[in-house]
């Protein structure tokens, strides 16, 4: 039964987002990921729908990024690139600005961040016509599932996101770049909850999602893809240059990124959910 209203659900959103097609897993999380920028940063997310707390009829889902493109913001709003398609076959951008701090003198977050890592989701109202489809919660890997797909060292992984604030065209698609698993284990996750990516991040990647590459996610109608972390990060190391009359710091980039595993993600949602659905029971 719950099967059934969750294939319900989907199909409402994706009705009114206007992607009716199955579609390889690649394809699925790209439809999910966006833009995010304001007037300081940019950065990365991707659309989730939650089991409640939301009206997928209405076109409403989660934003998922890394709390640390929120929290330095200095404006109340940020702009989410946005995509609609065209008859003709092609795209054009459609910004959207979406509110992150309540109207009041409290300027109180609308984001719910995890207590312990780099995580925030809002929630977010797409409008009609627009090209993108929230994948469901049950995407975010947890334990057992990297148990059973035995994600090991060195998996094949795929990035989504807008390194150094670059899209992949003029309607805001965001780039896809192969990474592997660069470090180990990854289980428990309680235990190992940051990862390490052979992959050069930059700034714009943060909130991007990580795929995990298997046998079946370049066929259509494969079910759904499985999303290994977020990128919150990137690794560097910092060289002080001492010369006769100044001092400089020097960052060298070590073509690593930096991954919070996805049930740290799902955590965020739950933390979510519980701050919405309970003041609506009282």
Request: hydrophobic content about 45%; charged content about 20%; overall charge neutral.
């Given at each position: 039964?719950?099967?059934?209203?969750?294939?319900?659900?989907?199909?409402?959103?994706?009705?009114?987002?206007?992607?009716?097609?199955?579609?390889?897993?690649?394809?699925?999380?790209?439809?999910?990921?966006?833009?995010?920028?304001?007037?300081?940063?940019?950065g990365t997310g991707f659309l989730i729908v939650p089991k409640t707390g939301?009206?997928?009829?209405?076109?409403?889902?989660?934003?998922?990024?890394?709390?640390?493109?929120?929290?330095?913001?200095?404006?109340?709003?940020?702009?989410?690139?946005?995509?609609?398609?065209?008859?003709?076959?092609?795209?054009?951008?459609?910004?959207?600005?979406?509110?992150?701090?309540?109207?009041?003198?409290?300027?109180?977050?609308?984001?719910?961040?995890?207590?312990?890592?780099?995580?925030?989701?809002?929630?977010?109202?797409?409008?009609?016509?627009?090209?993108?489809?929230?994948?469901?919660?049950?995407?975010?890997?947890?334990?057992?599932?990297?148990?059973?797909?035995?994600?090991?060292?060195?998996?094949?992984?795929?990035?989504?996101?807008?390194?150094?604030?670059?899209?992949?065209?003029?309607?805001?698609?965001?780039?896809?770049?192969?990474?592997?698993?660069?470090?180990?284990?990854?289980?428990?996750?309680?235990?190992?909850?940051?990862?390490?990516?052979?992959?050069?991040?930059?700034?714009?990647?943060?909130?991007?999602?990580?795929?995990?590459?298997?046998?079946?996610?370049?066929?259509?109608?494969?079910?759904?893809?499985?999303?290994?972390?977020?990128?919150?990060?990137?690794?560097?190391?910092?060289?002080?240059?001492?010369?006769?009359?100044?001092?400089?710091?020097?960052?060298?980039?070590?073509?690593?990124?930096?991954?919070?595993?996805?049930?740290?993600?799902?955590?965020?949602?739950?933390?979510?959910?519980?701050?919405?659905?309970?003041?609506?029971?009282?």
């Amino acid at each position: 039964m719950k099967r059934l209203v969750l294939a319900f659900c989907t199909w409402l959103l994706i009705d009114h987002c206007g992607a009716a097609q199955a579609e390889d897993h690649a394809t699925q999380i790209l439809l999910a990921t966006v833009k995010l920028q304001h007037s300081q940063s940019a950065g990365t997310g991707f659309l989730i729908v939650p089991k409640t707390g939301i009206d997928p009829a209405r076109g409403e889902c989660l934003l998922v990024t890394a709390a640390h493109v929120f929290e330095p913001c200095p404006d109340d709003a940020v702009t989410v690139a946005l995509r609609v398609p065209k008859p003709d076959g092609t795209y054009q951008r459609r910004d959207v600005s979406v509110p992150i701090r309540r109207d009041n003198r409290e300027k109180k977050p609308m984001w719910v961040r995890h207590p312990a890592f780099d995580v925030a989701v809002l929630k977010l109202s797409l409008p009609q016509g627009v090209e993108a489809t929230p994948l469901p919660v049950e995407v975010l890997a947890e334990g057992p599932e990297l148990r059973q797909r035995r994600v090991r060292i060195g998996a094949r992984l795929l990035v989504f996101g807008y390194p150094a604030r670059v899209e992949g065209n003029a309607a805001g698609f965001p780039l896809a770049r192969h990474a592997s698993l660069a470090t180990y284990p990854v289980m428990p996750p309680t235990a190992y909850p940051i990862l390490t990516l052979d992959m050069s991040a930059h700034g714009g990647d943060s909130g991007g999602p990580v795929m995990l590459e298997t046998i079946d996610s370049r066929n259509e109608d494969a079910g759904l893809p499985v999303i290994l972390a977020m990128v919150v990060g990137k690794m560097q190391q910092d060289e002080k240059v001492v010369g006769l009359y100044e001092e400089r710091i020097l960052h060298h980039p070590l073509d690593l990124a930096i991954a919070v595993q996805s049930q740290f993600v799902r955590e965020t949602v739950s933390l979510w959910e519980q701050a919405v659905v309970k003041p609506e029971r009282k």
